[in-house]
């Protein structure tokens, strides 16, 4: 089945770790996107990629990184510099095609926790 | 001011109710809109998405305002499993290609 997946489901960090959250896609879609969810408020942008070996900021980078080395794969790792990092994380990806490319697809989601 | 607000709720209604939800969204040149519905703890997916003629599909019925920037969904005869936060979606203009923004979603709880 083509979809977005992400993982793991559950991560907890400890203080002054790094953390990578894996996104994988075999839609063949071009741009992937994170976003953070916090409870009361909409998705945020993390990163986003609209092509290999390219990427950008989005809203909120800040302690953040990403790698775009693979079409299929957007990981994002979570650095000791972001200070409240206890979210829902959601990875998502778009297709080039010009009729489809405004919808998003999501994947499961990752929620992390600092111990 | 937010770019894209909505009433957060929640709306409890008893099945079989019709729910109309607003959105409003602050930049005049935003381009493309949508529905998007997310169950708790799960990831949002997409519902609809809105034209300016206003779509229906099956019991939900979305309409653009370009006018007055405001989105709706309406949803007839309300069924339990149509419980679950809406989200406005409005794509931004200019900077990233596809950039979305979300609205913080409103709940809706639909009552036996």
């Known amino acids: 089945d083509g979809g977005i997946t992400q993982s793991p489901k559950y991560l907890f960090r400890k203080e002054g770790q790094n953390v990578t959250l894996s996104c994988e896609q075999n839609?063949?879609?071009?741009?992937m996107y994170w976003y953070r969810q916090d409870p009361g408020q909409g998705l945020r942008l993390i990163y986003y990629?609209?092509?290999?070996?390219?990427?950008q900021k989005g809203d909120i980078a800040e302690g953040y990184s990403v790698s775009r080395e693979k079409k299929e794969s957007f990981p994002l790792t979570v650095t000791s510099a972001q200070k409240n990092p206890t979210a829902f994380y959601l990875c998502?990806?778009?297709?080039?095609?010009?009729?489809?490319?405004?919808?998003?697809?999501f994947g499961a989601g990752t929620r992390l926790s600092v111990l | 001011r937010k770019e894209v607000e909505q009433d957060p709720g929640p709306f409890n209604v008893p099945e079989g109710a019709t729910v109309a939800f607003n959105c409003t969204y602050s930049?005049?040149?935003?381009?493309?809109f949508f529905w998007y519905r997310q169950d708790c703890r799960k990831e949002p997916k997409l519902l609809m998405s809105?034209?300016?003629s206003g779509n229906e599909d099956g019991r939900f019925t979305a309409q653009l305002n370009r006018a007055s920037q405001y989105i709706s969904l309406l949803i007839r005869d309300s069924k339990l499993s149509d419980s679950a936060t809406y989200l406005c979606?409005?794509?931004?203009?200019?900077?990233?290609?596809?950039?979305?923004?979300f609205g913080t979603g409103t709940l809706l709880a639909v009552q036996p």
């Open positions: 998502a990806s778009t297709s080039g095609d010009i009729l489809a490319k405004n919808i998003q697809y």
């Open positions: 839609l063949n879609h071009d741009a």
């Open positions: 990629s609209q092509i290999v070996n390219d990427f």
């Open positions: 930049n005049s040149a935003s381009q493309s």
């Open positions: 809105v034209y300016s």
């Open positions: 979606v409005v794509r931004s203009y200019g900077g990233a290609t596809n950039k979305l923004i």
